[in-house]
């Protein structure tokens, strides 16, 4: 019987296409639909990759920007936020220390939620960092983590910088067996995020 009906449902399929293909010849062109394209935002921001890095989007969905060497093992990702959804949030969490920095509030939390997700963190070093070319004022975390999925520990340089009303997340990471050749490109990354004028 299940054999019958799919036969059934099978012919009738077929000729149901057979009729549209020859309707569809035999037919006056019709006008074309308008038909919403999805939106498509570029930033108004950039970074000079290091050499081998490609722009990818399959990294991180929130990331604005993303560039990956596969080949390597590095990768950068960049995520903004209105600074207000940011202390909003923290607020919201009550996470938001008024005695310390938008940049120190901001930077605490994202590393405590890597803490969050990693076997364990080590934080290396902080510096800050200002490029007064387009007034943004950042500060820069080194760390390496373990993952419990990732069979050696690794290295993070994370930049959380403000600019205005606007809050961006820098992230460059690869192995720690990289990390040494790759440090001096990510902090040379980092420090070439600019906006465009």
């Known amino acids: 019987m299940k054999k019958l009906i799919y ?3 099978l012919a009738a399929s077929l000729l149901f296409l057979e009729t549209r293909c020859s309707d569809s010849q035999e037919a006056k062109p019709r006008e ?3 038909v919403a394209e999805p939106e498509e935002t570029t930033p108004d921001f950039y970074i000079t990759p290091a050499d081998g890095m490609k722009l990818v989007d399959n990294l991180n969905a929130d990331a604005a920007l993303q560039y990956s060497d596969v080949s390597t093992g590095r990768y950068l990702i960049i995520v903004e936020e209105p600074v207000t959804d940011v202390k909003d949030e923290l607020k919201a969490r009550e996470v938001y220390d008024e005695n310390k920095s938008f940049l120190e509030n901001f930077s605490n ?3 405590k939620q890597l803490e969050e997700n990693s076997v364990a963190v080590e934080k290396i070093g902080s510096r800050a960092l200002l490029l007064t070319r387009d007034a943004i004022s950042g500060l820069t975390t080194e760390l390496r983590a373990t993952m419990s999925d990732v069979p050696e520990k690794v290295y993070y340089q994370i930049c959380f910088a403000e600019h205005g009303d606007r809050s961006f997340m820098i992230m460059a990471w690869t192995l720690e067996s ?9 902090k040379k990354m980092i420090e070439s ?5």
Do not use: G, I, L, Y
């Not at 990289?178 to 990510?186: D, L, M, R, T, V």
């Open 193 to 197: 995020f600019r906006m465009e004028h």
């Open 32 to 34: 074309k639909e308008a």
């Open 109 to 111: 939390f994202r590393v």
């Open 178 to 186: 990289q990390e040494k050749a790759f440090a001096p490109s990510a």
């Open 7 to 9: 036969t059934v449902f």
